[in-house]
């Protein structure tokens, strides 16, 4: 609003050290208005009804007032300009990290504005196919962290901390070529690139050329022994751990909308189900902490997955370092050092102990089992959702004015559950791409993983953030129908109580074999009476029978739900109990998309 209102061309964004001491950065993403999802600024008289719609980035954790280039600030912090600038439609020309005169940090070099303006001011073309993860699901973040932007500037992170490493080691290498690498990170000229890259098929050696051209006075230094996966692998690991750090904080937000749910309902009997067919009572609270536990289990496998996490660094054409060793004749130690330093630039603490020419695939596997593992607990409560709701019991959020179908208007379809397990489904089976290349890499390298992973990697994770975005969506917003709830559990809670029933029978004398012969009698025929559509006549049929010596208001006085629940709210409580400390610093965020 405030781009268009001053017709904005070039941005100044200040303050951006203040924000260094948070762990997640809120974003006013869009607005709720009466309902409505909108990513206008509300027109003034409706801003008291406005609701903000938050998105969190993660934070980077470290002061930034000393960082005075944009390649030396953390990429968390890069990552969050750049959210903003796709946000607000306008680029952000400058970066203050603090109150001196040296304090604001040029982002895009002299002439470099105008040409990169160029590049992206042409819309998305609706001849053209483009994924719906991209248009429809998937957050701005997600989008940003895999465009080509995002890769290409961290392959050329990549050269700088490279070459770097390699001056401070002693190779001919000088501080102004790093420097003036440095300078240009972030002015990609793509069409360089791919005009190359159509004259030598390598899109590596491409960009290498392109980056020669920004950076004349270090060409000849640019990607000094390495080879092609020094930046392909080393960038996509730097990707996917960011891309799971980020998809670490939605699972946090999706369990806190989880607990509170689950505390609001912690003693709400409802019927329980084995086999969909009634069964004991449970609390729709209990039933909540099942999801509950399951995304838990994710986070913990994603945190052992981050944690696990290992580096490439620079290794050579079959990981053996031969070419570093002409390089440092001989010194090992240097090697070492050099990809210590290199590792450390991008915040990994270990490199992978040995490989061939690129990273072990098995990663790939471990990172899109996590993706699978979220998109299974999804699904599985999505699913669980969408039989509540064909019950009336349970219903995920329904806008004012939401059409539920285009020829029965009285419709309201479970759309945001049934989305969630359409999505999971696919990244369940996207996962296994992963052991299939994992499974059949030849020797030290073969390339047929390269087409494969292009596409499997980043689609896993646009569609894990898409389908977290919409479990906090409807986690935001469940609806319990508890008149409906407790209609339900009256209905079969005459059967539920037998066998209570048949206890009370026997302190006064009856015989529990006969007892339960004659529970199953009275039962078979309650049930076919309420299968010609008859009210459940049981505790009727129980009280002429003078076997359970019971009056029918002796029987009424165990017909209260909350007696047959068991521990489900001490166990709700216990577990809130167990999670509040994980829970603590997460925030809840509604997770606006495009439905």
Same mark, same amino acid.
């Given at each position: ?48 009804? @406005? ?7 993660p934070g980077w954790h470290c002061d930034i ?21 796709? @946000? ?37 073309? #609706? $001849? ?12 701005p973040y997600m989008l940003h962290l895999f ?53 030598? &098929? ?7 050329? !392109? ?14 022994? !390495? ?33 509170a749910f689950a505390r609001q309902y912690a ?60 390089? %440092? ?34 990663? $790939? ?32 959020? %329904?806008?004012? #004015? ?48 390269? !087409? ?28 319990? #129908? ?17 066998? #209570? ?6 302190? &006064? ?34 009280? !002429?029978?003078?076997? %359970? ?24 409580? &216990? ?21």
């Amino acid at each position: 609003y405030g781009v268009r209102m001053q017709g904005a061309t070039n941005i100044a964004f200040t303050k951006l050290d203040v924000l260094s001491y948070m762990e997640r950065i809120p974003v006013c993403a869009a607005y709720e208005v009466d309902g409505q999802i909108t990513h206008e600024f509300p027109f003034p008289v409706l801003l008291d009804q @406005a609701k903000p719609v938050t998105e969190y980035l993660p934070g980077w954790h470290c002061d930034i007032s000393g960082v005075r280039t944009w390649a030396d600030l953390p990429q968390a912090a890069r990552d969050y300009v750049t959210y903003v600038e796709q @946000a607000i439609g306008c680029r952000i020309g400058y970066v203050s990290v603090g109150a001196e005169r040296d304090s604001l940090i040029l982002r895009y070099p002299p002439g470099s504005l105008a040409r990169q303006h160029h590049q992206r001011s042409i819309p998305m073309a #609706n $001849d053209v196919y483009t994924s719906p993860l991209a248009s429809r699901y998937a957050s701005p973040y997600m989008l940003h962290l895999f465009s080509p932007d995002s890769r290409f500037q961290t392959w050329r992170r990549l050269w700088v901390a490279l070459a770097r490493a390699q001056h401070q080691l002693g190779l001919p290498i000088t501080a102004e070529q790093v420097a003036e690498l440095e300078a240009h990170v972030t002015d990609i000229d793509y069409a360089a690139a791919e005009q190359r890259e159509k004259e030598v &098929r390598h899109d590596v050696m491409a960009h290498v050329y !392109a980056y020669g051209l920004a950076a004349p006075s270090a060409a000849g230094i640019i990607h000094l022994g !390495a080879t092609s996966c020094y930046v392909t692998d080393n960038a996509d690991l730097i990707l996917y751990r960011d891309g799971l750090r980020y998809l670490r904080g939605q699972i946090l937000s999706v369990l806190v909308n989880l607990a509170a749910f689950a505390r609001q309902y912690a003693a709400t009997p409802t019927l329980g189900y084995t086999h969909y067919q009634p069964a004991q009572p449970v609390t729709v609270g209990k039933r909540a902490a099942l999801w509950m536990q399951d995304f838990r289990s994710d986070l913990e496998e994603l945190d052992h997955v981050l944690a696990t996490l290992r580096f490439l660094g620079c290794r050579g054409t079959t990981g053996t370092e031969a070419s570093f060793m002409d390089l %440092f004749e001989g010194d090992g130690a240097k090697i070492d050092e050099m990809n210590r330093r290199i590792a450390a630039a991008f915040g990994f603490e270990r490199c992978f102990s040995v490989c061939g020419q690129t990273y072990p695939r098995k990663t $790939d596997s471990r990172i899109l089992n996590v993706l699978s593992s979220i998109a299974q607990s999804a699904y599985r409560m999505a699913n669980d959702l969408r039989l509540l709701q064909h019950d009336r019991q349970v219903e995920e959020p %329904f806008e004012k #004015n939401q059409i539920g179908s285009s020829a029965m208007a009285y419709k309201r379809n479970p759309m945001r559950s049934e989305r969630i397990c359409s999505l999971s489904r696919y990244l369940m089976a996207d996962a296994a791409n992963a052991p299939m290349t994992a499974s059949v890499q030849w020797l030290e390298r073969t390339l047929d993983d390269s !087409a494969n992973r292009r596409i499997s990697l980043p689609e896993g994770f646009l569609c894990a953030d898409a389908v977290l975005r919409l479990c906090q969506n409807v986690t935001n917003g469940l609806h319990v #129908n508890e008149k409906i709830v407790d209609r339900a559990i009256r209905e079969y809670l005459p059967f539920l109580a037998t066998e #209570n029933i048949m206890m009370e029978a026997v302190k &006064r004398g009856g015989d529990r074999q006969e007892l339960h012969e004659k529970i199953r009698q009275h039962s078979m025929a309650a049930t076919a009476r309420m299968k010609e559509g008859e009210p459940c006549d049981l505790l009727d049929r129980l009280a !002429a029978d003078p076997a %359970f010596s019971m009056t029918r208001a002796e029987l009424d006085a165990v017909m209260e739900p909350s007696l047959y629940i068991g521990r489900c709210k001490e166990q709700v409580e &216990r577990l809130l109990a167990e999670y509040a400390p994980l829970l603590t610093d997460a925030q809840t965020a509604d997770g606006a998309i495009s439905l």
